[in-house]
């Protein structure tokens, strides 16, 4: 989720756990030697809540048993359910072909799903997901997006990214034994035997990389048997079969899955693990030939920059409040109820076709006489609750010794003292001279706690606000004595189903486009069994052409 998604934070590249860091009490003798700095500042100064998604809206859908006869009827000749990324890429490619007579239904107040931004005391900020890793020639249709909105275009015979929006340096850094160093895989002080599982690990990706063709969307990578077997375990069965116990290397790679996935190496698959990686940069270790670093693409607003975008052109075939209830096949088209929540009014669509751009268990619960390919799909999607907490400061943080405040900032730890995922600054972006105030944002998954995704969601549910807010500043505090004192708001967005996780036996889709049923077509990133954004916007794409 963190990053490119279609998830929040995600999209790859560099989402984990293990040890427990030297912090604690490091920071409570740092935080009594350094001037103003207050480790144990009383946070009730700060203001905030919940923001962001509507609940209830999807809990209706849920907990409701009887819903009013239809009062108003509508036609049109395609229909969209979901306006999250694949509904909104859907939208374009309906345009582009030439078709404007259609309508897309969504349940927020505006479109963009887990890829849409909000603000915080004035300072832009994401929502959800935040970056977009530059696309590769798998994901064309990505690549003709980016030079629709003016962000890639040909010089001299070289694509060339604009650099206004390209990851300013330094992109990230990690708080690991008591300072801050470059990059997200610990490297300060480690010894020679993790420097060498650092080098195995390299070396296994390398291996399948060269053995099949790895690329997102994943449906375009090549199929080969080992693929199928690393789609049977989970990514830890595969790193003890090989001997990968070192922690610091574990803790990495777990801090990947759940950065890209929202779940951890002991829950999602080898396959997930290694296509992490092979689909991409490859895993660097210290000292190998190559360390330059994935470009990507960032906005203070995080991918709603993009979102924003792909709705505009829609005006007022984009209904927003809009509760799908049933998806039904007829003699001469599809019917599509809906409860618009603005005028707590229930709608009749009348459509020829219909793209469902749900959630894998929506879908499932709306369309009236599903296959039982759809059903067996829905079931066996694990989705991954996710929390995001867009922390605003008045003033800039005092700062460990090591590189500079970066844009992706990590705090290492176990799952108890670190379950977060660091933050993004929304201002690293901005060229002001001098920094000032801004918004720290903070991703959480919650798909790997004991009890599963269940027990995650249970937690955003029933955990009140100012209970999230102490745990997340106790976390970051770790690595910041003085952000209490400094934090005047936080405002916090909870996703129930954020994001499908890719568990062992879950990828036998990640190789092939949604099936259509009759006039029913299917597009969402739940379809690749993983959350990112070119996924999403490739289903999407194709669902509308």
């Known amino acids: 989720m963190k990053k490119s998604g279609g998830g929040l934070r995600t999209s790859g590249g560099s989402g984990l756990r293990r040890r427990s860091l030297l912090g604690a009490g490091v920071a409570s003798l740092l935080s009594a030697c ?3 700095l207050d480790a144990n500042t009383d946070n009730d100064h700060i203001l905030g809540g919940f923001t962001g998604i509507n609940d209830a809206r999807g809990h209706l859908l849920r907990d409701t048993k ?28 309906l345009r582009l072909r030439g078709m404007d007579d259609f309508a897309l239904l969504e349940l927020e107040d505006e479109a963009g799903g887990n890829s849409r931004g909000g603000s915080v005391a004035g300072i832009a900020c994401p929502l959800g997901a935040h970056y977009l890793p530059l ?4 994901a064309h249709e990505v690549q003709d997006l980016l030079e629709e909105f003016g962000l890639r275009q040909r010089v001299a015979g070289r694509w060339e990214y604009d650099e206004r929006t390209l990851c300013h340096s330094p992109q990230e850094r990690l708080f690991f034994n008591g300072a801050w160093q470059e990059g997200l895989l610990p490297v300060q002080g480690v010894g020679e035997e993790t420097l060498a599982q650092y080098r195995r690990f390299s070396e296994l990706v390398e291996d399948a990389r060269k053995a099949a063709r790895w690329s997102i969307p994943a449906f375009r990578s090549t199929q080969a048997p080992f693929k199928q077997v690393l789609a049977t375990i989970t990514f830890d069965a595969y790193l003890k079969q090989r001997q990968l116990t070192d922690v610091h290397l574990r803790w990495y790679l777990d801090y990947c899955c759940r950065d890209d996935y929202g779940a951890g190496l002991e829950t999602v698959s080898a396959w997930a693990g290694l296509h992490y990686f092979a689909s991409r940069h490859g895993f660097l270790a210290p000292g190998s030939e190559s360390t330059e670093r994935e470009g990507l693409l960032t906005w203070p ?9 792909m709705a505009s052109p829609l005006g007022e075939r984009l209904h927003t409040g809009q509760i799908v209830l049933r998806v039904e096949q007829t003699k001469n088209g599809v019917e599509v109820d809906a409860f618009n929540t603005h005028t707590q009014q229930m709608e009749r669509w009348q459509a020829e076709q219909v793209i469902v ?3 894998l268990i929506v879908a499932a619960r709306i369309v009236r006489n599903p296959s039982d390919f759809l059903l067996q799909t829905a079931a066996r999607t694990v989705h991954a609750p996710w929390l995001v907490a867009n ?17 992706d900032n990590v705090v290492y730890g176990d799952a108890q003292s670190a379950p977060g995922l660091g933050y993004v600054d929304a201002m690293h972006q901005s ?21 599963g995704a269940a027990k995650g969601r249970e937690q955003l549910l029933q955990r009140p606000w100012t209970q999230w807010r102490d745990e997340i500043l106790r976390e970051l505090t770790v690595a910041h004595p003085d952000l209490p004192r400094k934090t005047t708001r936080i405002d916090i967005t909870r996703y129930g189903h954020a994001m499908a996780i890719p568990v062992p036996d879950a990828q036998g889709r990640a190789g092939q486009v949604p099936p259509s049923f009759g006039r029913i077509r299917f597009a969402h990133s739940d379809w690749a069994s993983y959350s990112v954004f070119e996924e999403a916007f490739t289903l999407g794409h194709l669902a509308g052409s």
């Open 34 to 36: 350094q001037p103003g």
């Open 391 to 407: 922390i605003h400061i008045a003033k800039p943080l005092f700062d460990r010794p090591g590189p500079a405040p970066s844009w």
């Open 357 to 359: 751009a749900l959630p």
């Open 301 to 309: 607003e995080g991918n709603a920059w993009l979102t924003r975008r």
């Open 66 to 93: 009887t819903w009013p006869i239809p009062a108003v009827q509508r036609t049109t000749r395609v229909l969209i359910a979901g306006g999250g990324v694949a509904g909104l890429a859907a939208a374009r490619a």
């Open 431 to 451: 060229l002001l001279p001098v920094p000032g105030a801004t918004v720290l944002t903070h991703y959480r998954a919650l798909g790997n706690l004991a009890g």
């Open 135 to 138: 696309p590769g020639d798998d």
